[in-house]
């Protein structure tokens, strides 16, 4: 008998950038966005969030500056991306390509 043919997998299923990268440019588009309206937006758990934006500000991706009862982020366009294919590119070159705008 054939084989069973595979079914592409549906695309909401997969997505072409890492949450890593959906809630960096998040924040670049919206500096003062609250975590909890992040995670609503890419689809994962408000604790997934707080551990992206860990690793971000880890790697100086991101800072955090407390302003009242709300924190403001600021993103480093000058830093490469972190995979071998891409580390030819900054974070501002893929803000610029997603969003728009530098």
Same mark, same amino acid.
Request: aromatic content about 4%; hydrophobic content about 40%.
């Given at each position: 008998?054939?084989?069973?043919?595979?079914?592409?997998?549906?695309?909401?299923?997969?997505?072409?950038?890492?949450?890593?990268?959906?809630?960096?440019?998040?924040?670049?588009? /919206?500096?003062?966005? +609250?975590? +909890? /309206?992040?995670? /609503?937006?890419?689809?994962?758990?408000?604790?997934?969030?707080?551990?992206?934006?860990? /690793?971000?500000?880890?790697?100086?991706?991101?800072?955090?500056?407390?302003?009242? +009862?709300?924190? +403001?982020?600021?993103?480093?366009?000058?830093?490469?991306?972190?995979?071998?294919?891409?580390?030819?590119?900054?974070?501002?070159?893929?803000?610029?390509?997603?969003?728009?705008?530098?």
């Amino acid at each position: 008998m054939g084989r069973k043919q595979k079914r592409p997998v549906p695309a909401a299923e997969w997505t072409f950038l890492s949450n890593h990268a959906h809630v960096l440019l998040l924040i670049a588009g /919206d500096p003062q966005i +609250r975590l +909890r /309206d992040v995670a /609503d937006r890419v689809g994962i758990t408000e604790r997934a969030v707080q551990r992206i934006v860990a /690793d971000l500000e880890a790697g100086r991706y991101i800072e955090r500056q407390r302003c009242g +009862r709300r924190n +403001r982020y600021y993103v480093n366009p000058k830093l490469s991306l972190r995979h071998p294919v891409e580390a030819h590119q900054t974070v501002g070159a893929l803000i610029e390509l997603v969003l728009g705008r530098p």
